[in-house]
């Protein structure tokens, strides 16, 4: 079993910053991808950041500038620095990823997986 659990949210104002963080437990052998995106209510799921494995990051339109993605290979985490944060920021953040966890020794079964989610709400 693979299991994420994000945490850093929170109340902020306007132009204010946050840093949110997501940890990866298991036997993981692999991570291929690690992935944040958001959800605010009565809305899809956009994509915010995303990271691969040589560490290129892209990221959505509507953050690119202002939230920078980061991942810590040693501690299976990946980090959203959110700066010049604006209302419409506001929603539940997502990490998701992707990747081989070590099922039982000889073996790797591949994994998407997704975390509960962290509220980031901006307001003055």
């Known amino acids: 079993q693979v299991t994420l659990v994000e945490s850093g949210g929170g109340l902020v104002q306007p132009g204010g910053s946050l840093t949110l963080s997501c940890v990866v437990s298991?036997?993981?052998?692999?991570?291929?991808?690690m992935t944040w995106y958001r959800r605010a209510p009565g809305k899809q799921r956009d994509l915010v950041a995303r990271i691969d494995e040589d560490g290129s990051p892209t990221y959505g339109d509507s953050v690119h500038g202002r939230f920078t993605i980061s991942s810590d290979d040693a501690k299976n985490t990946v980090y959203l620095q959110m700066n010049s944060l604006r209302p419409e920021d506001t929603a539940v953040y997502y990490c998701?990823?992707?990747?081989?966890?070590?099922?039982?020794?000889?073996?790797?079964?591949?994994?998407?997986?997704w975390g509960q989610g962290t509220q980031v709400t901006v307001s003055s």
């Open positions: 298991g036997d993981i052998h692999r991570i291929n991808r």
């Open positions: 998701n990823v992707v990747g081989w966890y070590r099922s039982r020794p000889g073996y790797a079964t591949n994994f998407d997986s």
